[in-house]
């Protein structure tokens, strides 16, 4: 318990530092956000700080620090040093310099502030992997609640049923004003997503002797890997995204950067809502590790059987809370899940739409954008039903994707620090992480086993040759950074 509350308070203590220091690195000013400066009733709409904070929380969170701090707790105790560390240093600093960037550009999406700041190719680049990671992420959450509501009305009620409700939801909320459905809904079930997680962590302490949580000191190894899993570097890194470091907030920030009120609110919101879904990431980590005892037992056999997802939480809850918990398991596997595919398809909805140049006030627009993309919805989620091994598939190319949108938002950032800061050192604050993660889906698609060239290649090579790649791949773009020409220039 001693590991959970020292993690605990890092967290909370990164926010009330790093996060200011992060805003001096940004440089905030007085100058009109995009709400304020160019409404359009639709999308750019003016919020209140505490709903656009929930507004993010739920944007960004969902169940993703659910099911990857679940599945994380394999790893053992060493994987709360990754949601510390990694949230603080990392993600936190990504969501912040998404929203801020973002907002200082009329509320432009991270795919055109590629393009302004890193060169056109990385804006391609960032635009195939923003607009395939968007889908993927709708279609994954189509399946999994519209599963858990089969089993939930006893199969009288069949899953194909939900997922035409639920697609349909996501449809109406894509194109509908964001203050319509979101702004109204989005706030409430944010507030349940810590209640749920805050009412975990308390049965846990509850019951010490039943469940005792594994601490840091004397577990500082890689359980995964001792009973014959994958190895926490890079693993780690991709399992545990969202609650760390993770690329598909960088879609959801700028959605959110519309509807801010002050450039000073956006310490609070974008860095601030991280620093509140690592801690639900947390929580979620340490009870799994105490709840299934992860500690090389059987216990650590059978969450390695199920992983982490909506049986897994069931599991916690109704064993942790009794009926109460059954009830926010259910709300919480169901809901969550839901909330992340919809502001996904808005995403892609606005990201599509620069491209095109289409003035997306008008209703019409917006139904012509979202069609094609909601059809390859559909489709990735019937082929997703049809064979429920396809998800594993699914869920490990939407987790490296993300992170390889995460490293690339993250030089984004370095290249609007560079570019934009009168101390051009103040790049490598964005520089670092950026690296990290270079080096992390760089690795990760060089030894993965299953799916990628580890069958191939030995874990020893490919971390060395994803470490070479990576630093190169650095050294790279700072050079075309220190060569650029076309130097943008803010607005003032």
């Not at 190895?231 to 609650?243: I, N, Q, R, S, Y």
């Not at 974008?270 to 037992?297: C, H, N, P, Q, R």
């Not at 950026?434 to 690795?443: D, L």
Request: glycine share 8%; net charge positive; charged share 15%.
């Amino acid at each position: 318990m001693v590991t959970f509350f020292i993690a605990l308070a890092l967290l909370i203590g990164g926010y009330l530092i790093y996060s200011r220091v992060s805003e001096k690195v940004f440089a905030i000013d007085d100058r009109k956000t995009p709400a304020i400066a160019n409404p359009d009733g639709v999308d750019i709409a003016p919020l209140p700080k505490w709903k656009a904070f929930l507004i993010e929380l739920l944007n960004i969170a969902g169940t993703g620090p659910i099911f990857g701090a679940i599945s994380g707790a394999l790893f053992g105790p060493i994987v709360f040093l990754w949601i510390v560390f990694g949230c603080i240093l990392g993600g936190a600093v990504h969501d912040y310099f998404s929203g801020m960037i973002s907002s200082r550009n009329n509320g432009d999406s991270i795919v055109k502030l590629a393009g302004k700041y890193s060169g056109k190719v990385v804006e391609i680049i960032m635009r195939i992997f923003s607009i395939v990671l968007l889908i993927l992420v709708t279609a994954v959450f189509v399946v999994s609640p519209s599963t858990l509501l089969e089993s939930l009305t006893s199969g009288n009620v069949k899953a194909w049923i939900w997922m035409i409700i639920i697609l349909g939801y996501y449809f109406l909320s894509t194109i509908v004003p964001i203050d319509k459905v979101i702004g109204k809904i989005y706030p409430v079930f944010g507030i349940i997503l810590i209640a749920m997680a805050f009412a975990v962590i308390i049965g846990v302490m509850a019951q010490p002797s039943e469940y005792p949580m594994i601490e840091l000191i004397g577990n500082l190894r890689d359980f995964s890997e001792s009973n014959g899993g994958l190895p926490w570097w890079p693993f780690m890194m991709t399992t545990v995204a969202c609650g760390a470091v993770s690329g598909f907030h960088a879609t959801q920030s700028p959605m959110v950067a519309k509807v801010i009120k002050s450039e000073k609110d956006g310490r609070q919101i974008f860095y601030g809502a991280m620093v509140a879904e690592g801690i639900i990431a947390l929580i979620w980590a340490a009870a799994a590790m105490a709840f299934f005892k992860v500690d090389g037992s059987e216990g650590w056999e059978l969450l390695n059987s199920i992983g982490g997802n909506s049986t897994t939480v069931m599991e916690i809850c109704k064993g942790l809370l009794g009926p109460v918990g059954t009830v926010l398991a259910i709300i919480g596997v169901v809901i969550c899940p839901i909330t992340s595919g919809d502001t996904a398809l808005r995403s892609c909805r606005l990201i599509v739409g620069e491209v095109f140049k289409l003035d997306q006030k008008k209703i019409v627009n917006r139904i012509i954008l979202t069609l094609p993309l909601f059809a390859c919805v559909v489709g990735i989620s019937i082929w997703n039903f049809l064979d429920p091994n396809n998800f594993n598939i699914l869920w490990r190319w939407f987790a490296w994707s993300n992170q390889v949108l995460a490293a690339i938002a993250l030089w984004v950032a370095t290249g609007y620090l560079y570019l934009s800061a009168k101390n051009k050192w103040l790049s490598l604050f964005t520089a670092i992480p950026a690296q990290f993660m270079s080096a992390v889906v760089i690795t990760y698609i060089l030894a993965e086993p299953q799916f990628a060239l580890g069958r191939f290649i030995p874990y020893s090579t490919a971390v060395i040759i994803g470490g070479s790649l990576s630093l190169l791949f650095g050294a790279f773009y700072i050079f075309k950074l220190l060569t650029k020409k076309d130097k943008p220039i803010e607005d003032k």
